[in-house]
């Protein structure tokens, strides 16, 4: 059965993880009509494979008094102090962020996460217990309190099956395996999309009086990656391709445990939990970088850590790209009731039983800090000026804004999500109810991207016709070796110009697959352009910053460089590739300024 040509929705979101579905949930509770629509069915969006935890400061759980902060963990008892405020959990962040987090949307987040956790427990989310009932808590990298809230180490499946039924309730329209290529934004104003159904091949001109974009993060433009196959940066891509800015690009995380050789995450719960990290001689290596923190410091400092100990040749496995993740002395028993989903990975891909066994694990590329920009509500900003885009809203992993700086701590993401997830759907609902309008739509976009597909269905010039599959091989290995972990003018130099020999390239890219019904072909080579879009954001952003700081290390740059680079970087495109401006990060001064980063 084919579509109307023209669809029609107050709100439409793109992407259906926690922040799309929080933000249509919102808004169809506030009585805006809202179509959500997602490539993948919302149910497998990345959000779902969560595992570790989501973070508020509701300090229900501390160490056992006299044990010092590393003690065992116990329920506070109902008539002593909580262990844990905001103020400790917005420091800890501002830290992790490497003060290039914006300050006053911080503190929106980490005070609006104690509301949002009990919202979800309301909502009938199982979280695990303390013995007498209240939620449980975890340790977590860089947050010096157990922070972490968590149902055993499936907590992003339970946050976003709770979420979306919610959103089903209030009469929201999902739009299954439906995927944006494009967005219309005329003369600063959002007025709709262009999606393909996937099922039919249709090209549907989607409009609407607000569009919000929450289409998840962009780990898969390296080899090795926790991130889920439909985490191709579409978002981001189509939101340059339309003249919107990108911010922070060049930050992005590697975390230090995924499975060896194939990057499926091993949450860093396992560390929470009590986990060590051992290299080839068997020795715990984080003495040497974080002895105050060891395991539990953060994603950046453990990751260059284990990467530093491969590089000088104390890695395990053939090629001794390895670390390995020892649990054995946490015990059957507590691995089975916290890490159940972490043992069944590392069986079917490492062939390992942790209960008494070492799993091989090596950094894995995982979240992208950088994104749209937007202000706290969700408002996409056109430039360092913060010019709203009207009517057009990003939140969750493809927006910056910014709450985790240059690196981002473990379950402060489920956490940036769901709470400007929210705050989107109810800006979305006050704009529609405020009178927004549909805007008439000028632009052949739906012509636009028709005949995208039919070139890449066409037959090749001659001694042309690549398939997109090796394209965005060698831009993975490209991404990998020279805009990792460790990065230098020039290897990002050849990355660069690796990209744009690919972009060139793809021109002459076609597709095997002619039809149109459910054509993977078609979404691969899709996926890949948008690839080669943000990728070459990313470089030309690590390129400029020439300092280190969070998740972007410059080894011929190694020192944090406030004086030149305590700003944000915008990405605007041109014909010429990016360009780039600045913006101000939001800092309180007083209360909060710019130390040395240690732990
Ligand atoms: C393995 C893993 C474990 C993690 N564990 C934790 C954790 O314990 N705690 C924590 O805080 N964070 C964790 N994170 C990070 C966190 O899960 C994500 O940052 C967060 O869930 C992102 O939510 P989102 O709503 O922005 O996007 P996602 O949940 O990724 O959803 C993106 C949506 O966009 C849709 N989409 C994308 N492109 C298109 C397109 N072109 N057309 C249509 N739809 C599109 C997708 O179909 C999907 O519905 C983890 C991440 C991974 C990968």
Same mark, same amino acid.
């Given at each position: 059965m084919s579509n109307p040509s023209v669809i029609t929705h107050d709100v439409i979101v793109v992407g259906a993880g926690l922040a799309g579905t929080w933000a249509a949930m919102i808004a169809g509770e506030q009585g805006v009509d809202v179509g959500v629509i997602?490539?993948?069915?919302?149910?497998?969006?990345?959000?779902? /494979? $969560?595992?570790? @935890?989501? /973070? $508020?400061?509701? @300090?229900?759980?501390?160490?056992?008094?006299?044990?010092?902060?590393d003690g065992p963990l116990e329920q506070v008892p109902p008539d002593a102090e909580p262990y844990d405020s905001w103020e400790l959990h917005m420091f800890d962040t501002i830290k992790g962020s490497d003060w290039l987090g914006d300050q006053d949307a911080i503190e929106i987040m980490v005070k609006d996460a104690i509301e949002i956790v009990y919202e979800y427990e309301h909502m009938g989310c199982v979280f695990s217990r303390t013995p007498d009932g209240r939620v449980a808590q975890r340790r977590f990298g860089g947050h010096s309190t157990p922070r972490a809230c968590?149902?055993?180490?499936?907590?992003?499946?339970?946050?976003?099956?709770?979420?979306?039924?919610?959103?089903l309730k209030h009469g929201v329209r999902f739009y299954s395996e439906w995927y944006a290529l494009d967005v219309i934004v005329e003369d600063n104003v959002c007025k709709g999309i262009v999606a393909l159904d996937i099922l039919t091949g249709q090209v549907v001109l989607m409009r609407a009086k607000a569009v919000m974009f929450a289409t998840g993060g962009y780990g898969r433009a390296w080899k090795i990656t926790s991130n889920a196959l439909a985490n191709t940066g579409d978002g981001v891509a189509i939101a340059y391709n339309a003249g919107v800015p990108l911010m922070d690009m060049e930050f992005v995380q590697f975390h230090p445990t995924g499975v060896y050789g194939?990057?499926?995450?091993?949450?860093?719960?396992?560390?929470?939990?009590?986990?060590?990290l051992l290299n080839s001689k068997g020795e715990r290596f984080m003495e040497r970088y974080a002895p105050g923190k060891m395991e539990l410091a953060p994603r950046d400092l453990v990751s260059r850590s284990e990467q530093t100990e491969i590089d000088e040749g104390r890695g395990v496995g053939p090629d001794k790209q390895g670390i390995?993740?020892?649990?054995?002395?946490?015990?059957?028993?507590?691995?089975?009731?916290?890490l159940p989903q972490v043992r069944e990975i590392a069986l079917n891909f490492s062939g390992v039983d942790v209960i008494d066994e070492l799993a091989p694990i090596q950094p894995t590329a995982h979240y992208s800090m950088g994104g749209i920009p937007a202000t706290v509500d969700g408002q996409v900003i056109a430039d360092a000026q913060s010019t709203p885009v009207v009517g057009l809203y990003a939140a969750g992993e493809c927006a910056c804004i910014s709450v985790h700086g240059a690196n981002r701590l473990g379950t402060n993401s489920l956490l940036d999500a769901s709470v400007f997830g929210r705050r989107a759907g109810y800006a979305m609902a006050a704009f529609v109810k405020g009178g927004a309008r549909l805007q008439p739509v000028e632009s052949d976009a739906v012509a636009r991207n028709e005949a995208r597909i039919t070139r890449l269905m066409s037959d090749a010039p001659a001694g042309?016709?690549?398939?997109?599959?090796?394209?965005?091989?060698?831009?993975?290995?490209?991404?990998?070796?020279?805009?990792g972990i460790f990065r230098d003018d020039a290897r990002l130099r050849q990355a660069l110009s690796d990209i744009r020999r690919l972009q060139e390239r793809f021109q002459g890219v076609r597709i095997m697959d002619h039809s149109r019904r459910?054509?993977?072909?078609?979404?691969?080579?899709?996926?890949?352009?948008h690839l080669?879009?943000?990728?070459?954001?990313?470089?030309?952003?690590?390129?400029?910053?020439?300092?280190?700081?969070g998740a972007h290390y410059r080894t011929d740059y190694a020192k944090r460089d406030d004086e030149h680079w305590l700003k944000h970087t915008m990405a605007?495109?041109?014909?010429?590739?990016?360009?780039?401006?600045?913006?101000?990060?939001?800092?309180?001064?007083?209360?909060?300024?710019?130390?040395?980063?240690k732990y």
């Open positions: 997602s490539k993948v069915h919302p149910l497998r969006s990345h959000s779902g /494979a $969560a595992q570790g @935890g989501i /973070a $508020a400061a509701l @300090g229900n759980v501390r160490p056992v008094p006299n044990t010092g902060p968590y149902s055993a180490d499936w907590t992003g499946h339970v946050l976003l099956h709770t979420i979306h039924e919610q959103a194939h990057g499926i995450l091993l949450s860093e719960a396992c560390r929470g939990e009590g986990g060590y390995w993740l020892d649990l054995r002395h946490l015990g059957r028993e507590k691995i089975l009731e916290r042309k016709g690549e398939s997109w599959s090796q394209i965005a091989a060698e831009l993975k290995s490209t991404m990998t070796d020279n805009a459910f054509n993977t072909d078609l979404l691969g080579a899709l996926e890949t352009e080669l879009t943000f990728s070459e954001v990313v470089v030309v952003s690590a390129l400029a910053r020439t300092e280190s700081r605007h495109k041109s014909p010429d590739g990016p360009v780039l401006s600045f913006k101000d990060v939001n800092i309180n001064w007083e209360k909060y300024p710019p130390q040395e980063r």
